[in-house]
Antibody, heavy 122, light 106 residues
């Protein structure tokens, strides 16, 4: 059973950088899956942020691409999210999720972390 | 980039059938996925590849696709099905969620 656990500061100052880590257990981050970040502002819907493959290949939401970096650490079986120049609009619950590859070019989120609330405020 | 449009809310009585739609110009070319999210919990996938049901998902949940619209159908709705439902689609380099639909069981 794959388990994902987000960790990182719950409070970030405006203009700062939001940094979160997702620890993967019960499975290898080097498996044929993508590892994603999804966020949800309080009371609002889901927004895909981006994803990484164990090779280091990444895809990002075009609306966030200029501020997002996702990296992978295979030795620690974890991946990380950095979001720069944050504002109050970046306040959200941040989830890490596994995107199961069920066919070439096809994937869906089958395992999710519990989510962590990050508030942007001075 | 593209958008997926869902109705904000759907209401149904227990035992009836709920249908939640999701519209988007890219849906004829890309598969859709459906997630259920209950308050304070992470989403759970209910349907993948338009109409496939992952193991462990009740048979009352089904999905269909027609042109630019995909539909999640819940037959014989139960009180426990009250939740937010999100459609999601995308290609190999981008993923998009719909705005979500709150299903209320009356």
């Amino acid at each position: 059973q794959v388990q994902l656990q987000e960790s990182g500061p719950g409070l970030v100052k405006p203009s700062g950088t939001l940094s979160l880590t997702c620890a993967v257990s019960g499975g290898s981050i080097s498996s044929n899956n993508w590892w994603s970040w999804v966020r949800q502002p309080p009371g609002k819907g889901l927004e895909w942020i981006g994803e990484i493959y164990h090779s280091g290949s990444t895809n990002y939401n075009p609306s966030l691409k200029s501020r997002v970096t996702i990296s992978v650490d295979k030795s620690k079986n974890q991946h990380s999210l950095n979001l720069s120049s944050v504002t109050a609009a970046d306040t959200a619950v941040y989830y890490c999720a596994r995107a199961l590859v069920y066919m070439p070019g096809g994937s869906y989120f089958d395992y999710w972390g519990q989510g962590t609330l990050v508030t942007v405020s001075s | 980039s593209y958008e997926l449009t869902q109705p904000p809310s759907v209401s149904v009585s227990p035992g009836q059938t709920a249908r939640i739609t999701c519209s988007g110009d890219a849906l004829p070319k890309q598969y859709a996925y459906w997630y259920q999210q209950k308050p304070g919990q992470a989403p759970v996938v209910m349907i993948y590849k338009d109409s496939e049901r992952p193991s462990g998902i009740p048979e009352r949940f089904s999905g269909s696709s027609s042109g630019t619209t995909v539909t999640l159908t819940i037959s014989g709705v139960q009180a426990e099905d009250e939740a937010d439902y999100y459609c999601q689609s995308g290609d190999s380099s981008n993923k998009v969620f719909g705005g979500g639909t709150k299903l209320t069981v009356l």
